[in-house]
């Protein structure tokens, strides 16, 4: 990944890694097999070719206009507030 975003001229965070790693592993249960050995590099450099072609992301908005937050379960039990706190016991 490193090497097609130094190719592309973006960042790494740009290239889908779950795509990479799906084109790598077709290359390797596939392609590795069935070429000749002497024929790995030029397979593989096609591969990364296509990996610049297809696999950029846009980029990543700096300042968002609403914050994050973290969506709460929706449960069809009854929510209980917990036990209290009684002093003295351990």
């Known amino acids: 990944?490193?090497?097609?975003?130094?190719?592309a001229g973006v960042e790494p965070l740009r290239i889908s890694f779950r795509h990479s790693l799906q084109l790598i592993r077709i290359f390797c249960l596939i392609e590795a097999w069935t070429c000749a050995p002497g024929n790995l590099p030029k397979r593989l450099s096609s591969h990364l070719e296509m990996m610049e072609s297809l696999l950029i992301l846009p980029e990543r908005r700096p300042d968002r206009r609403y914050k994050r937050h973290v969506k709460i379960k929706m449960s069809s039990y009854k929510r209980t507030p917990g036990r209290p706190i009684t002093k003295g016991a351990k």
């Open 1 to 7: 990944m490193l090497d097609v975003a130094e190719a």
